[in-house]
């Protein structure tokens, strides 16, 4: 079955060689080669700003952003990968999220007394690099950034099934496992996973 994917690369400097970028673009080759629609947001790209206050949050947001939003309406999946800085995502990638999310865009006022999850029915995976080894963010960190992204925003958003992947020793990496990596999500692009 073929799907819509919108593959998010949050690593907020645009230079080519980093590792996120490099599975994004595995990623998105392997998914366009199984027939999957892929269209790609490159948060480092994109010209915003914060989003300071409450009275904004309740307005759509500004281009770019209202229109790179609406790759994330077409998609039944979507691939967000960032780098882990200071423990959390980069502040350009959350400030891309906040930003997105103005006007009920994720989330949405309901009788119920829960929020209506505007993106139910769609699907998501994180992938997760850094220094430090994957078990020590695992365990010795609890994956905070990690889970704040699936709890926070896309759990209580609708998106399900979550999965994630979590890559220690980034900067490490030898060109051989570096190659390893890029199979392993082109292969995951292809099944839309």
Known sequence: MTKSICIIDGHPDPEPHHLIHALCAAYAEGAASAGHKVERIDVARLDFSMMLTTAEFETPPPEPILSEREKIA??????????????????????????????????????????????????????????????????????????????????????????????????????????????YFYKIGVEGV
């Open 74 to 183: 077409r998609a039944d999946h979507l691939l967000i990968g960032f780098p882990l800085w200071l423990g959390n995502m980069p502040a350009r990638l959350k400030a891309f999220f906040e930003q997105a999310a103005r006007g009920n865009y994720f989330l949405a006022q309901s009788d119920k007394g829960w929020p209506a999850q505007m993106m139910k029915g769609k699907s998501a995976r994180v992938v997760v690099s850094m220094g430090m080894p994957g078990l020590v963010y695992r365990f010795g960190m609890d994956e905070g950034a990690l889970k704040a992204l699936e709890r926070g925003l896309l759990g209580i958003s609708g998106f399900h099934p979550l999965h994630h992947t979590i890559i220690g020793g980034a900067g490490d990496l030898d060109e051989e496992n570096f190659k390893s990596w890029q199979t």
